[in-house]
């Protein structure tokens, strides 16, 4: 099992997305954004926290990646499943964390970074 997958994301939305990976904040130097080229919204966030942060009953720390859905119906069967839960640390409740420690396929991971990119696109780009 990979232990994170936060190396390929860097590289999907680089690639896919042109998108420059941020590192906003001194305090937590390895939490990383991607956000939109037009309309400056995030659509992803990684972040390293601890599994018992998560209610994981495990010791450690994970890598996980917060994406925003449009579709909350969505958004309630992803976080049913092993691997993905509500956005931790995102105050609004169309955000799901996925875990990054293989749990979930990295190409299912893909697929979650496109529906959060087309979720924060603007108007004018959906």
Wanted: proline share 2%; charged share 30%; net charge positive.
């Amino acid at each position: 099992m990979k232990t994170s997958y936060r190396e390929d994301i860097y590289n999907y939305v680089q690639t896919k997305y042109n998108s420059k990976i941020e590192y906003l904040w001194a305090r937590f130097p390895r939490y990383a954004v991607f956000r939109h080229n037009d309309n400056n919204k995030w659509y992803g966030i990684i972040m390293n926290v601890s599994y018992q942060k998560l209610g994981i009953n495990k010791d450690g720390e994970v890598d996980i990646l917060n994406v925003k859905l449009d579709d909350w119906l969505l958004r309630d069967l992803l976080v049913k499943r092993e691997g993905i839960l509500p956005g931790y640390h995102i105050s609004r409740g169309n955000w799901i964390s996925i875990l990054l420690d293989g749990t979930i396929e990295v190409e299912q991971i893909y697929e979650l970074i496109d529906e959060g990119f087309k979720a924060t696109a603007s108007k004018t780009k959906k």
